[in-house]
Each structure stands twice: as structure tokens, then as C-alpha cells.
């Protein structure tokens, strides 16, 4: 299995946006992103990350990974999700998403633990 996981560049979260959680910081969303590619990897499948800017870049950045490519499975990472200020991001991803890839299933974590998990709910995987 495929899996392209989307979220944003480190450098570029405002950690001082009072929907993140307090003491995240630009290691933690680093770690946390090489161990979700560790875990999906450790299972057996392709997984790659695709880190955006929050700005008008992303969708275009995403609908060309997923255009050049071809993935089983698109996360889009809850950091994107959880900064209200940046719906209309994730709006223009998911659209991108459906332009670019319209079959490929997308799933949704809630913090790095459980991306692995989330893949398999939507792909009936392991």
C-alpha cells in the first residue's frame, strides 16, 4: 500500500495560535511525522510525506504528488484540520484531493500515534 501523508512544514505553524496545543513546537511536529512514516513503513507499506505552507501553495503542491503518482491512500494530518484560521487550506486540499486522485480514499488522525490506524479503518488494511 501507498500512502501520501499531508501536513504542514514545522517552520511554518504559529505555535502561538491558541488552537494548538501548548509546549508543541517544531521538534515535536518533526518527530511526530518520522515516527507516523516509521510505523506505516514498519507495516509493510509505502509511505511518504508531503509537508505544505498554510497558504494558496498547498493544494497545488498536493494535487501534483498525488497526480504523479499513484497512492492507495491520502492523510491529511490533523494539524491542518485543528487551525480554524487555515479552513479555507484545508478546503482547497480536499478539493485538490478530489480533482487530482478522485478515488483514493482519504483518512483523518487525530494526533501522529494513530495515522497507521486511520489508513487501515479507510482501507480495511492491517
Known sequence: MRVLLVGYEPEA????DPAFPPGL???KIQAGIAA?????RG?????????V???AAAAPAVAARLSGATYDCLVIGAGIRAWPRHLPVF?????????AAPTVPIA?????????????RVRGAS
Do not use: K, Q, Y
Open 43 to 51: 507495516r509493510g507499506w509505502t509511505a511518504e510525506a508531503c509537508l
Open 91 to 99: 478546503e482547497a486540499l480536499i478539493n485538490a484531493a478530489r480533482t
Open 108 to 120: 483523518f488522525n487525530t494526533h501522529p500515534e494513530d495515522t497507521a490506524d486511520a489508513v487501515a
Open 53 to 55: 505552507r498554510p497558504d
Open 13 to 16: 505553524v504559529d505555535f502561538s
Open 36 to 40: 507516523t512514516l516509521a510505523d506505516m
Open 25 to 27: 513546537d517544531a521538534a
